[in-house]
Structure formats: C-alpha cells, structure tokens
C-alpha cells in the first residue's frame, strides 16, 4: 500500500514538520503540475562504455543536485547531476569497473539487477553500503556466458531504496550481444527507453514518496513526451527499463503489435508478439518495432491499479511515435531462437513454500514467512547445483512482485495453473490472494554467496518484505544450516577467511566459464 499515511508514517511526520509538509505538499502539488512543453526527439541516455579489453569504467557520483524535469527545475538525488542516468554498456565476458563516489549526506550502496555476477567481495553485493562522502568500489565480472540485454543498477540501500531510487539513483545497463543471438538484426537501429516517475513536489525537492493516484510525470531518458522517429517499415531494437521504485506501466503503442525477443534480458525461446506491455517496478524488455503508415502514433501507459489495498495508477502519455519518410523493407527474425533448458524436465532438489504478507496493522509493515527482513539472518540455505521449485502464496489484498538476485527462473504457474515457456524471468508479480510457482535454478557457480529475494515494489522491501539466502556447496550445506541464525557461513561482509576456504575456490578462474545452462550440474 502507497499513498496512505499509515500508522508509522504519521508518527515521524507529527515529530518533523518539514517531513510531514513534504507529503501534504506533495499531495497538493501533485493536483497542482502546470502544463509543461513537451520536449523534442528523444536522445539517447550518455553512456560508459568498454574498450578493446572489454572493461567499462564508470564513476557514478550521488549528490543534491539541482536538475531539470523537463523543464522544471527540480532538487533530488542523482547520480552525475542528471535525472536521466547514465547507461553502463558491457558485453559477454566484459568487465565493469566501478567507483562509487558518494557526495551526499547519506549512506547508499548498489545491486546491479538481473545480472549473473558475483555476489561476494567487491561484487554485487547488497550488504555493503557506501557512507556519506566515502566512495566504494564494485568490480563485476561477466561471464562468457551472461546473457544480452537491458539491466539496470540502483540504490539497494535498506529503508532508503524506495526514496534514492525515486529521487533518481537508478540507471540503465545494456549487455551487448542480442545481435550474436540474432545475426539478420545487424544493423537495425538499436535504442534505449529508461522509464521513470516523476512527481514535483511544492518545495522542489525530493519527495518522501510518490502520493499514487495524483497525476505524476513520466519521463523516458528524462524526457517528457518526446517524439520517437521512425520510417514506413523500419524496424527498430528499443529496450525498454523501468527503473522506477514502485511504478507499473501498462504500455500501448496506439494499438500496434510489437514483437518481444527478451524478457529481463533473458531471449525468448520462441516468437512473441504482443499490443500490451506490462513492465512492473524492476521489469525490461527488448521489442522488435516496426514502422507503420506515416502518422502520429501515442505511445501510452493505461491506467493500472494494484489491488483492493494496492496504488492505482493514472493513464499518461509517454510519448508518441512519428513515422515519415521512405517506405524500407522492414527486417525480421528468420533465424532459430536461442534455447535454454525448460526446467520442467529437470529433477527437483526441494520444494518451498513463501508467503508475502503485508501486516494487517500497520501500512508499512510486510513480511515473508511472518518474518520481516534482518540482514544478519540467514533464511533460506541452498546447495550449489540445485533447481528448487519455489511457491510463492500471496494473501494480501494487494499484488506483490518477485525478484531474486544474481540468477533468472522459470515461471511455471500462475493461482496453479500452468503457464506456457517463453523463456527465464528475473521478476515477475504475484497475483492479490494467489500464487506463482517458480522453478529456480541455483546451477551456476557464479552465484555461490550470500544474497536477496523480495518484493520489488520498494516500498514493501523497504518495509521488511525481503529474505537472505545462502548457495553453498554441498559439503558445507550441514554447517550453513547452522549458522543460519548468525548471518550464514558467509558472514557479514562475505570477504571473510571462511569463506575463501568454501565459496570462491569453487570458481575456477582457468576453467572456461561455464555456459548458461541452468539445467546442468556445475
Ligand atoms: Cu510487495
């Protein structure tokens, strides 16, 4: 639930004038958004990119910066004094060297979501934080095998992500190598849609919260209804993120149909083709568009709501679509689609079972399990090597949305009823008072360590909806059990001496890296 000043949240705010101002002003600005010009064409988010060795080195700086909305000067929290942040470009096999130059006065920290990398030492790893005015350095190393496709980094700072991430920590990362996957694309302009919301409030500064249901401004690469060019025919390769904390977005394109070729950056195994885009807080997609008949053609989100106790969401316009010029041949996929195991054929290891709860009592409490989250317990201790199938029951009046970090899983029902393979996911919704099954593959030794499952909507994360889990290898499984109440055999930070003896020799460095192929044993 959003929007509701809960019982929590009126407390704090009665003790701090300033804060409680920010969300009545925010409700009232909210009512309150002039009318501003639309912008022009949309560009293209500026970019880090990787060089002949294929290492990106990027220095993102968090600080108070005074930005501009379209154009309407707004206060927040950015990463290099842009709302639009920018895009980390790597490939297969790449390296991303990152320094994370905190300037604000606040702790951060980052997950780099989606991505198949290490969550121990400097890599993605969500229990290490960032002090105000320190700087901390992540190295993520891709394997030879990462799958292509749109990513995204943002603050996963515990009680902080959902207001860092609406403020605009939070940005694209685009894997290079669709194109390997689909040879006869070569060549079709390749673009990047970051979708953001964006409500002003009446100080100009950064909002506690979004107040959904007020008329917000959604912005693609901080743009406000752009205009998006195109030809009679062309197709074009748009990928599309939503790197919002809370936000869903229902997409049409005036009714035109779109090909999808990856979900979460995983590529479909088949030809998907759709009218409607669904993108809930966390999702990407890769769609194949192609030019219609010269015209005007609005590219919108309709109105969603969340459930009974849920957010609601109001129609916009995103942007519109211009077709002109010469009719060219458009291109298509005559190809295979690349294939990845369909985990149903593989045998189970453990079945479990995840209840997301929100508190009956009290608006900004959620909990997995009757558990809220506690980064020095461990909840769940898995073998290396395992696909477990996970049931996710929902009994809230409200949807929730899944993520796991580090690897990508197979939805196989949805309230038990079978659902057709399209390929992996990295997140997906749980229906208001129904369930997912998912089969979760933990196959690949990249992912040995210690990391998060939760819910996306970032408000509920925030309010405890998340649990650790642990991969551990097979001999160690006994003695993880029993450490989990201490934090896991990783301990707090995942450098310790411990672990080295356990997780990390387990990768070897020599080896070629192992393909994606969930299904096989390491
Ligand atoms: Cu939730």
Redesign the pocket.
């Known amino acids: 639930m959003m929007g509701s000043v809960g019982k929590r949240r009126l407390v704090p705010a009665l003790k701090d004038w300033g804060w409680c101002l920010g969300i009545v002003l925010a409700a009232f600005a909210a009512n309150t958004i002039v009318a501003m010009p639309a912008d022009d064409d949309l560009r293209e988010p500026r970019q880090f990119t990787y060089g002949a060795d294929g290492v990106t080195n990027v220095t993102l700086t968090a600080a108070e910066t005074k930005v501009m909305v379209g154009d309407t000067p707004y206060t927040s929290l950015v990463y290099n004094g842009s709302y639009d942040a920018p895009l980390i470009r790597s490939r297969p096999g790449g390296t991303i060297r990152l320094t994370l130059d905190n300037r604000m006065d606040e702790m951060t920290n980052l997950h780099f979501h989606g991505m198949q990398v290490s969550p121990l030492d400097d890599g993605d790893s969500i229990f290490r934080d960032t002090g105000p005015h320190q700087t901390g350095q992540y190295v993520l190393t891709l394997p030879p095998g990462h799958s292509p496709g749109p990513y995204w980094y943002h603050s996963h700072f515990h009680k902080g992500a959902e207001r860092q991430v609406s403020g605009g920590l939070s940005g694209p990362i685009l894997v290079d190598g669709l194109f390997d996957q689909f040879p006869e694309l070569r060549g079709v302009r390749e673009r990047n849609f970051v979708l953001r919301n964006f409500q002003k409030t009446f100080t100009g500064r950064l909002a506690s919260e979004i107040v959904t249901g007020s008329p917000s401004i959604r912005t693609i690469n901080g743009q406000r209804e752009p205009d998006i060019r195109i030809q009679p025919g062309e197709t074009q390769l748009w990928h599309i993120y939503n790197v919002d904390a809370n936000q869903y977005f229902r997409m049409h394109l005036a009714g035109l149909r779109v090909q999808v070729i990856s979900q979460d950056a995983d590529t479909t195994v088949k030809e998907v083709v759709t009218d409607e885009m669904l993108l809930g807080p966390s999702a990407r997609i890769s769609i194949l568009v192609t030019g219609p008949a010269p015209g005007r053609y609005p590219l919108t989100t309709s109105a969603a709501n969340t459930g009974p106790a849920g957010d609601t969401y109001p129609a916009a316009t995103l942007g519109t679509l211009v077709s002109s010029g010469d009719t060219v041949p458009t291109v298509r996929i005559t190809g295979a689609y690349p294939q990845v195991p369909d985990l149903r054929r593989v045998p189970v290891a453990a079945h479990r079972r995840y209840v997301?709860q929100?508190a009956e009592d009290d608006a900004n409490t959620?909990y997995i399990n009757g558990r809220r989250f506690d980064p020095g317990r461990v909840d769940t201790t898995v073998k290396l090597g395992d696909v477990e199938e996970w049931t996710l029951f929902n009994p809230?009046q409200?949807?929730?949305?899944f993520h796991i970090h580090q690897l990508d899983f197979q939805v196989t029902k949805i309230n038990g009823k079978p659902v057709d393979f399209i390929g992996y996911r990295d997140n997906v919704f749980?229906p208001a008072l129904g369930s997912i099954t998912l089969l979760v593959p933990f196959t690949d030794p990249v992912i040995l360590g210690k990391f998060v499952y939760?819910?996306?909507?970032m408000?509920?994360?925030d309010?405890g909806?998340m649990q650790v889990v642990q991969v551990v290898r097979p001999a160690d499984y006994a003695q993880a059990v029993k450490l989990e109440p201490l934090g896991g055999i990783y301990g707090d930070n995942q450098t310790c001496a411990y672990l080295r003896n356990t997780g990390r020799d387990a990768i070897d460095a020599t080896a070629p890296a192992p393909a994606r192929t969930p299904g096989s044993p390491p």
């Open positions: 997301f929100d959620f809230s409200e949807l929730h949305q749980i939760h819910c996306h909507i408000e509920h994360e309010g909806m």
